[in-house]
């Protein structure tokens, strides 16, 4: 016989405050602080002519300046994904705005070398937290029935900022005074109004993981109210409860594992033991990684967006004034507007293929960064600006569709409580040969020529990128046929 007794029911998540009604309404809002710190990211572009001619540092010094970014960008990875499952977004999202700010102060105060690779350092770090945090946000707010759609706003809502900081930064730094700062000015406006936005984002706490073994009482609690254990409303006069709800089931007195014992909770979902990672167990710092049933996943999303976004940073680094030099101008607007185009085509991609099939999608990106690094190999042989701005606009529409692809994966195959690691481990395995892949062709075109160096890239990028194509290609089946990835 079973007695009858009241036992706390534990909730996986609390919010922050009771969202409003119809969670697509946050889905676009949640994605604009994603939007203003990659603002940040490419703002300085076309001001580095600037310094360079005040400051009088050299191409190499440069180069330094750029591989702080990276350093704070991969340091952030290794931190904000896992501290953002375990303590919450918007304690990661909040700082890390806040760091953009200090940024752009010291990017608009900039006196030396040693401030620009601070303002650099920061921006990474920045970047970092927020394409882990920020990202995963719009998913928490989207809810699971609109993951896809959220895997849409946070790619597209990295892409367009982006392409928006480069080109506001060559458009005022011509038409305004004071053209190493008004644009950070404007930055400073932007990331306050994503501050607010932040603070008022409905996105979950983070909550002991789900249960699902035999005997559980656990239960994910709805955004838009109590949860109730029955499906009916609570009764007027209840006692509040925070995290947990109470319910009359039978308690076992038979000598079965109580409902709420470790045990239980470990045989229940496999994905939480130490061997998979939970976010609740292993060290603050790691390198991000995903449950195992995400690793095809993950795999398969690096390898068509590694290439991707590798080809737009070649082309953001090579291609303004490889643009400038053809049509013989310095003006900051053109470099600008280059990187503007490369990066709305990777933002107007994503919603034209947004219904594919994510396999198809991971191909599409695999094929147009392919062609992207055969039009840029033809510009430079050529000096053709026709083939230089095409070379922009389809590296743009591979890095798009190959981050849209990788983030719909991970959207869709792991679980929430997991998603800003599994984030910043699609964003380490990306911008890892993105940041290192251009210097080092840097360093070979100062060695044997503009000409030699970029096709050199060309062909190894080009290579990676059919590598990666084939790879979705063999193993697509285990993604559209539902099996595990």
């Known amino acids: 016989m079973s007695e009858t007794r009241t036992i706390p029911l534990e909730t996986t998540h609390t919010t922050d405050e009771p969202p409003p009604r119809g969670g697509a309404r946050w889905i676009w809002p949640a994605a604009w602080p994603v939007t203003a710190v990659f603002v940040l990211s490419n703002a300085a572009t076309p001001l580095y002519v600037l310094w360079q001619r005040d400051l009088g540092f050299s191409r190499g010094t440069l180069t330094v300046i750029f591989a702080f970014y990276i350093v704070g960008l991969l340091g952030s990875l290794l931190v904000s994904g896992v501290l953002s499952d375990r303590v919450g977004r918007k304690p990661v999202l909040l700082p890390a705005i806040a760091l953009a700010i200090v940024a752009c102060v010291v990017f608009a105060t900039a006196a030396n070398v040693l401030a620009l690779i601070a303002a650099r350092l920061l921006t990474g770090i920045a970047v970092g937290a927020v394409v882990s945090a920020g990202m995963a946000a719009v998913t928490d707010v989207a809810g699971p029935e609109r993951r896809r759609l959220a895997a849409l706003a946070a790619s597209s809502a990295m892409v367009f900022g982006a392409g928006l900081g480069p080109f506001l930064a060559g458009i005022l730094s011509e038409t305004l005074p004071a053209p190493t700062v008004t644009v950070f000015v404007v930055e400073i406006v932007l990331l306050a109004t994503a501050f607010l936005v932040t603070l ?106 590694a290439p991707g976004i590798t080809a737009t940073s070649f082309v953001l680094s090579l291609g303004p004034s490889l643009l400038s030099g053809l049509l013989d101008t310095r003006n900051r607007a053109v470099a600008g507007s280059m990187a503007f185009v490369m990066f709305a085509a990777a933002t107007g991609v994503q919603f034209a293929v947004q219904r594919l099939r994510r396999p198809t999608i991971l191909l599409a990106g695999a094929v147009s960064t392919t062609a992207a690094m055969g039009s840029l190999v033809l510009a430079v042989h050529t000096s053709s600006v026709p083939a230089l701005v095409t070379a922009a606009v389809l590296a743009g529409a591979g890095q798009g569709m190959g981050q849209l692809g990788g983030l719909s994966l991970l959207n869709s195959g792991v679980p929430a409580r997991r998603l800003a690691e599994a984030n910043a481990a699609l964003n380490i395995g990306g911008y890892v040969p993105a940041g290192a892949l251009p210097v080092a062709a840097g360093y070979l075109s100062d060695a044997t020529g503009l000409t030699t160096g970029a096709t050199v890239f060309g062909a190894v990028l080009a290579g990676l990128a059919f590598t990666g194509g084939t790879v979705v290609l063999a193993t697509r089946r285990r993604i559209t046929e539902g099996r595990p990835a």
């Open 200 to 305: 008022r984002m409905p996105v979950p706490r983070p909550g002991p993981a789900p249960t699902t073994g035999p005997g559980s009482t656990t239960s994910p609690v709805s955004t838009d109210g109590p949860a109730s254990t029955n499906g009916s409303a609570p009764k007027a006069g209840s006692a509040p409860t925070n995290s947990s709800a109470s319910t009359n089931v039978s308690a076992p007195t038979n000598g079965s594992t109580p409902v709420n014992s470790p045990a239980s909770s470990r045989n229940a979902d496999p994905e939480d033991g130490d061997r998979d990672g939970a976010p609740g167990s292993g060290g603050w710092i790691r390198v991000p990684r995903v449950p195992k049933g995400g690793v095809l996943r993950l795999v398969l999303g690096i390898a068509v967006f």
